[in-house]
Structures are given as structure tokens and as C-alpha cells.
């Protein structure tokens, strides 16, 4: 089982729409969470942090479950310039930690 | 504020030669950086962490001979790929992390990438 998993997708949604990626981790000692969106050929670029309480970016919300060691990211009103991959991102361990990404769930927003 | 820059974007050689690629934090200091590799259509593969003043620590797999990193300053670190084969071709990106200039510890910003072509 991989320490971070995401449904590949891809997720194919009409503009306007409401999509909603999920993300589960293995480690229970996981300390902090994030989402990076990654376009083609370019780097990784934060998105938002994840805590428990909820994080709220405009269009973006991510909830963290730490009971289920499950993340979510949810993109209202989808645009165009919303394609891209969307990396779920855990670090275990504090001091020293290690990040753990996963796959990434591609996202296609279409007109 | 938290900018990594990263140089060469872009880098053709010929099988043999050694590239040498440099990643920055502009307006931080990067306590940890972070070497990735990633092939097309796949996830981002880690390659090493190195701290400022250390040797790095490669992940299982990669050699460390062929890919000589080096974190000499807290605002510079150096990724060589020693005599590039084809197979080496890949889109190199730096990370780093640190906890002043707005930058946090436990988050990664990412360089632009260095996209390598060993021909």
C-alpha cells in the first residue's frame, strides 16, 4: 500500500462545475498536510495547507480527517485554468521530516 | 516571498558530458533542499535531501556518485549529473525549505525545474 494515495482520475468536469479530490495516508504520526497543483511540463506550486479545522481559499476548501487519515480538496465553480494535477502532499515526522507526495489526480475542466 | 529560482530551465548535452544545475532561495534561507526527478506522465520521484553543510542523503536507488549534490550556502545548492546517458533525460526540480523570509519549515517551494535532454 502506498503511504499516500489518490485516485488517478482522470476527472473530467464541464465549467462551473464542483469537484471534489480525496487523498488517504498511511501514517498515523503525519503531522502536516498540503495540496500543490502541478500544470504540465512546470513545477509544483502550493495550493493551501490542510488542517483540521478546515482551510477556505476562495473557490478551494480541504478538510483533513486525521480519525480517517483522509484529505479532501473541493473546487467550486471549476474554470478552465483549473486543469491541471493536483498533488496530495503529507510530512511525517517533525524536526527531520519526510514528505510524502502522491501521484496526483489530473483534473480536465472543459468548456 | 519563499522564491526558488533554478538554472538552467532548459539543458541539451551529449552522452558523457556532466551538467551541473543550481537551485536558489531568492529571498530565504533554505535550511533543506530537495532534488526530484520526473519522467513524463509520472509522479515526482525523490532523489535526495541535503541540509546546508551536510552531505546529502540519497534516496535507494539513486547513486550518488552520479549525482553529485552539494548545499554549500543556506541560499544555494547544486545538483551535477555526471557523464549523462540518454537515459538521464528527465525534468530535474529543486525544493527547499526554511523558516525566515516568510518561508515555513515544514513546506517545500519548488524551483521552476531544469528539463534535461541527453542526446
Known amino acids: 500500500r502506498k503511504e499516500v494515495e489518490q485516485d488517478p482520475g482522470p476527472f473530467n468536469v464541464p465549467e462551473g462545475a464542483t469537484v471534489a479530490f480525496n487523498c488517504t495516508y498511511s501514517?498515523?504520526?503525519?503531522?502536516?498536510f498540503f495540496w500543490y497543483r502541478q500544470d504540465c511540463r512546470k513545477e509544483p506550486k502550493l495550493l493551501m495547507s490542510?488542517?483540521?479545522s478546515g482551510n477556505e481559499d476562495g473557490r478551494f476548501t480541504a478538510q483533513l480527517n486525521r480519525a480517517s487519515q483522509y484529505i479532501s480538496l473541493l473546487i467550486r465553480d471549476s474554470k478552465l485554468s483549473d486543469s491541471a494535477t493536483y498533488l496530495c502532499?503529507?510530512?511525517?515526522?517533525?524536526?527531520?521530516?519526510?514528505?510524502?507526495f502522491g501521484a496526483g489526480t489530473r483534473l480536465f475542466v472543459k468548456a | 516571498g519563499a522564491v526558488v529560482s533554478q538554472h538552467p530551465s532548459r539543458v541539451i548535452c551529449k552522452s558523457g558530458t556532466s551538467v551541473k544545475i543550481e537551485c536558489r532561495s531568492l529571498d530565504f534561507q533554505a535550511t533543506t533542499m530537495f532534488w526530484y526527478r520526473q519522467f513524463p506522465k509520472q509522479s515526482l520521484m525523490l532523489m535526495a535531501t541535503s541540509n546546508e553543510g551536510s552531505k546529502a542523503t540519497y534516496e535507494q536507488g539513486v547513486e550518488k556518485d552520479k549525482f553529485l549534490i552539494n548545499h554549500a550556502s543556506l541560499t544555494l545548492s547544486t545538483l551535477t549529473v555526471t557523464s549523462a546517458h540518454p537515459e538521464d533525460s528527465s525534468f530535474y526540480i529543486c525544493?527547499?525549505?526554511?523558516?525566515?523570509?516568510?518561508?515555513?519549515?515544514?513546506?517545500?517551494?519548488f524551483g521552476p525545474g531544469t528539463r534535461l535532454t541527453v542526446l
Open positions: 490542510v488542517y483540521s
Open positions: 525544493s527547499a525549505s526554511g523558516t525566515s523570509g516568510g518561508a515555513r519549515a515544514d513546506t517545500q517551494y
Open positions: 501514517n498515523s504520526a503525519s503531522q502536516s
Open positions: 502532499v503529507v510530512n511525517k515526522g517533525t524536526g527531520g521530516f519526510k514528505t510524502i
